[in-house]
């Protein structure tokens, strides 16, 4: 899978046609093992100030009005290693669970993460409407969103740049295919004013 950086030069401008060509939503893994990165999810949810939002749901989630949103697209360059792995949340047909991708250690997964710490079918993503959903499938060492755990089984909306983390060593980021071209393009521009 590409690494973001590798992307950066073929990004172009025209957001709709990235979203025609890339339509999936993706994770941005961070690197793991020897050349980890330094960013990782705590094992406890942190304090944050979180302005304009919507609450979605039964109250368990909330999602960010257009302007806090744009602030904190604008910060997550910070955030992400050059190095992150790209990796497309793709329907593929080793899984014959209609609308539902997988993600874990087994091959039959639509994303294959082969790591010891992950599970043979770690989570789950579905779309429901016009929003993503995640879910914990009794995972060994636990999923975490946004530092908080998630139940054995729950199910939780999950938003473009929201971090994800599968037991303790695989942290990524969850991204859109609107929300993916931004913060490339984004990531481009900073990597312009860093030369």
Same mark, same amino acid.
């Given at each position: 899978?590409?690494?973001?950086?590798?992307?950066?030069?073929?990004?172009?401008?025209?957001?709709?046609?990235?979203?025609? %060509?890339?339509?999936?939503?993706?994770?941005?893994? %961070?690197?793991?093992?020897?050349?980890?990165?330094?960013?990782?999810?705590?094992?406890?949810?942190?304090?944050?100030?979180?302005?304009?939002?919507? /609450?979605?749901?039964?109250?368990?989630?909330?999602?960010?009005?257009?302007? %806090?949103?744009?602030?904190?697209?604008?910060?997550?360059?910070?955030?992400?290693?050059?190095?992150?792995?790209? %990796?497309?949340? /793709?329907?593929?047909?080793?899984?014959?669970? +209609?609308?539902?991708? /997988?993600?874990?250690?087994?091959?039959?997964?639509?994303?294959?993460?082969?790591?010891?710490?992950?599970?043979?079918?770690?989570?789950?993503?579905?779309?429901?409407?016009?929003?993503?959903?995640?879910?914990?499938?009794?995972?060994?060492?636990?999923?975490?969103?946004?530092?908080?755990?998630?139940?054995?089984?729950?199910?939780?909306?999950?938003?473009? +740049?929201?971090?994800?983390?599968?037991?303790?060593?695989?942290?990524?980021?969850?991204?859109?295919?609107?929300?993916?071209?931004?913060?490339?393009?984004?990531?481009?521009?900073?990597?312009?004013?860093?030369?």
């Amino acid at each position: 899978m590409p690494k973001v950086i590798d992307l950066l030069p073929a990004l172009g401008s025209d957001a709709a046609r990235f979203c025609r %060509e890339h339509p999936d939503p993706a994770l941005l893994l %961070e690197p793991h093992g020897e050349g980890r990165s330094a960013v990782d999810t705590p094992s406890l949810p942190q304090s944050t100030i979180v302005a304009p939002t919507e /609450t979605v749901g039964a109250g368990s989630t909330s999602v960010l009005g257009p302007l %806090e949103a744009a602030r904190q697209l604008a910060q997550l360059h910070i955030a992400v290693h050059p190095d992150a792995r790209v %990796e497309w949340l /793709t329907k593929s047909d080793r899984n014959p669970f +209609g609308a539902l991708i /997988t993600v874990g250690r087994a091959r039959n997964n639509d994303l294959v993460i082969a790591h010891a710490t992950v599970s043979k079918v770690h989570v789950i993503f579905t779309k429901a409407g016009q929003h993503w959903q995640v879910s914990d499938e009794r995972s060994s060492n636990g999923t975490f969103l946004n530092g908080v755990r998630l139940a054995q089984g729950e199910k939780r909306a999950i938003s473009p +740049g929201d971090l994800l983390r599968l037991g303790p060593d695989i942290v990524g980021r969850f991204f859109d295919a609107e929300s993916l071209f931004d913060f490339l393009a984004l990531a481009r521009k900073q990597a312009v004013k860093a030369r």
